[in-house]
């Protein structure tokens, strides 16, 4: 587990060298940061998704219904993944600029 000395002796060099103001700025700009990438690799799979199939989830949902072919349902099951995690990711960020304000 990370001690708060630790986290600090990595984001200090951030702050000595003037990028960040402080160390909780640094630390908030680097986290937004990876949960912004996370967001956006979510989003490439579900607009992948929605361009192979023409359709969004909702009515490839329907239409597969009990006749997806395996390669289909891999399709539906990391398309699936993608929107719960941008869902989660979204909300992530959210709560970190709330909390951070």
């Not at 990438?37 to 969004?56: C, D, L, P």
């Not at 009990?66 to 993944?81: G, L, R, Y």
Request: aromatic share 8%; no cysteine; charged share 30%.
């Amino acid at each position: 587990m990370m001690t708060q000395k630790t986290i600090s002796s990595l984001l200090r060099p951030l702050v000595v060298s003037g990028i960040y103001k402080d160390e909780k700025i640094a630390l908030k700009d680097i986290i937004a940061d990876y949960i912004q990438r996370k967001i956006e690799a979510s989003s490439a799979v579900i607009k992948q998704m929605e361009k192979k199939y023409g359709k969004n989830f909702e009515s490839v949902t329907k239409e597969m219904r009990n006749k997806a072919t395996m390669s289909a349902e891999d399709d539906w099951m990391e398309w699936k993944a993608a929107m719960l995690m941008n869902e989660s990711w979204h909300k992530a960020l959210k709560k970190l600029f709330s909390n951070a304000a």
